[in-house]
């Protein structure tokens, strides 16, 4: 019996630490829509998919400038981190209908939010659910809304609610396996916008954090970024191509930045368990800095396109979420954007995405990180 109540506890403790080999934690955010009907969310960290009785592999990146942290790091970098419970938002805490923008009117006008079209459930939002949320963000001083993919017919939805607000989109290949496909529907979607067009379209990303999650090794992202870029070239697109990924892939692979137009990484300074929300910013400028040391030609643009802090879920060290961090957070991040001018900022995110799954390798935070 004592032999039985061991292994359980060490399976239960393995659920909530399970780490390896550096990766970054931030799960993967795409869903995938077999059939086009039905959308799951995908949260592969390795080269083998999880189930849902499955544990992922969990990887959490320590700030190597802070030599206090709580994780514990071996010698092949894996780390060992213990989530305890926020103090200062319950799991359950619901957000106060009075509470302020975390945009405000004075924010600078090269920052951008992400946003995902889907439902609670899952489904895809209705163009004119689309449109409303777009409504909802044209109060903030925001010109860039980001997009990931082209299920859901979110092109052809998003580019007129975002006309209609005034702001540029930057929008997503996510599938490599059906890069062409994929190509001539975002194409298709632009040409059939009439008279938006490309002059709508900021940027055009191929692939987010695949070489993070195992999914596509660097020399195939690169490839597609190509492949792609001269497809959207003989369609008339004449702007940036790129891939996105998280600062630690840019890092061991800067060739994937060197193949993109310029260099997109996500930077969320809420998986290191070292880092509090009011340093949030200093986080992201360090991690920029890195990506510079590493890339073929420094001078090269770096856009932040994907950062920000939940506001409920599980602590991860000095990282807690809440209301009043993700706040403190967000003006981090925008005060070191604004102090050293890299190439662009995306929060992360518009809203709630209560379709994903709530899992102990994001502290149970993954649905929470909306800023409205």
């Excluded at 799960?27 to 592969?44: C, D, E, F, Y």
């Excluded at 059939?192 to 940027?203: E, L, Q």
């Amino acid at each position: 019996m004592r032999t039985s109540h061991s292994i359980l506890a060490l399976c239960l403790y393995l659920g909530l630490v399970l780490a390896h080999n550096g990766i970054h934690p931030h799960l993967n955010r795409q869903p995938i829509s077999p059939g086009g009907k039905h959308h799951a969310l995908k949260t592969l960290l390795d080269n083998s998919a999880t189930t849902s009785t499955s544990i992922p592999h969990v990887i959490l990146h320590i700030d190597p400038a802070h030599p206090s942290s709580a994780a514990i790091r071996t010698s092949t970098t894996s780390l060992l981190v213990s989530p305890t419970s926020s103090k200062s938002d319950n799991v359950n805490t619901i957000p106060s209908s009075s509470s302020l923008p975390l945009l405000s009117a004075s924010d600078e006008p090269q920052t951008g939010v992400t946003y995902s079209p889907y439902n609670p459930d899952g489904t895809c939002r209705t163009a004119a659910q689309v449109y409303a949320d777009f409504q909802r963000l044209s109060p903030l001083s925001v010109n860039l809304v980001r997009i990931y993919g082209v299920d859901c017919d979110q092109v052809a939805t998003v580019l007129p609610a975002a006309h209609s607000i005034s702001v540029r989109v930057f929008l997503g290949i996510f599938n490599l396996n059906d890069l062409d496909s994929q190509v001539w529907t975002l194409v298709s979607a632009v040409e059939s916008s009439s008279p938006v067009g490309w002059d709508i379209v900021d940027t055009i990303s191929v692939g987010n954090e695949l070489v993070n999650n195992y999914q596509a090794t660097a020399a195939q992202v690169v490839a597609a970024v190509r492949a792609a870029r001269e497809m959207l070239r003989s369609a008339g697109y004449s702007g940036p191509v790129v891939t996105v990924d998280t600062f630690l892939a840019v890092e061991r692979n800067p060739g994937i930045c060197d193949a993109s137009d310029y260099c997109a990484v996500n930077i969320h300074p809420f998986f290191d368990g070292a880092t509090t929300a009011e340093d949030a910013g200093q986080f992201v400028l360090r991690k920029v800095l890195d990506v510079k040391e590493v890339m073929a030609d420094p001078s090269k643009k770096v856009v932040v396109t994907e950062s920000g802090w939940p506001w409920q879920g599980m602590a991860n060290g000095a990282a807690v979420p809440g209301r009043l961090e993700q706040r403190m957070a967000l003006e981090s991040i925008k005060q070191a954007w604004r102090d050293s001018q890299w190439g662009g900022l995306y929060l992360f995110t518009a809203f709630d995405d209560p379709w994903k799954v709530a899992e102990p390798g994001t502290f149970y935070a993954e649905q929470f990180w909306g800023m409205e």
